[in-house]
């Protein structure tokens, strides 16, 4: 098992800056690609980026391209967002996900973060 705890959300202006953090604990010994999704209220949760378990291959929606940037730190057993230019419509909750290697699928769920841009 994994648990995963975000921060760093908070409220701001449209065109600033924030940068979450994922923290993991537990079975970080095993290897996981992590991910960062979102849900705008009443919306789907929807993918936002996703970093490799070695840090060095990166996906990102086609939404966030360019403005936002993933990486982890595997030493410290996190991970993080940076999201700079942010619009309105980045506003909702963003969690912090783990996939696992061997099923390839985001089993392991924060319990998110929330995210407000002001317009």
């Known amino acids: 098992q994994v648990q995963l705890v975000e921060s760093g959300g908070g409220l701001v202006q449209a065109g600033g800056s924030l940068r979450l953090s994922c923290a993991a604990s537990?079975?970080?010994?095993?290897?996981?690609?992590m991910g960062w999704f979102r849900q705008a209220p009443g919306k789907d949760r929807d993918f936002v980026a996703r970093?490799?378990?070695?840090?060095?291959?990166?996906y990102y929606a086609d939404s966030v391209k360019g403005r936002f940037t993933i990486s982890r730190d595997s030493a410290k057993s996190a991970v993080y967002l940076q999201m700079n230019s942010l619009q309105p419509e980045d506003t909702a909750v963003y969690y912090c996900a783990a996939r696992p290697i061997r099923t390839m699928t985001f089993d392991f769920w924060g319990r998110g973060t929330q995210v407000t841009v002001s317009s």
């Open positions: 970093v490799g378990w070695s840090g060095g291959t990166t």
């Open positions: 537990g079975r970080t010994d095993s290897t996981y690609d």
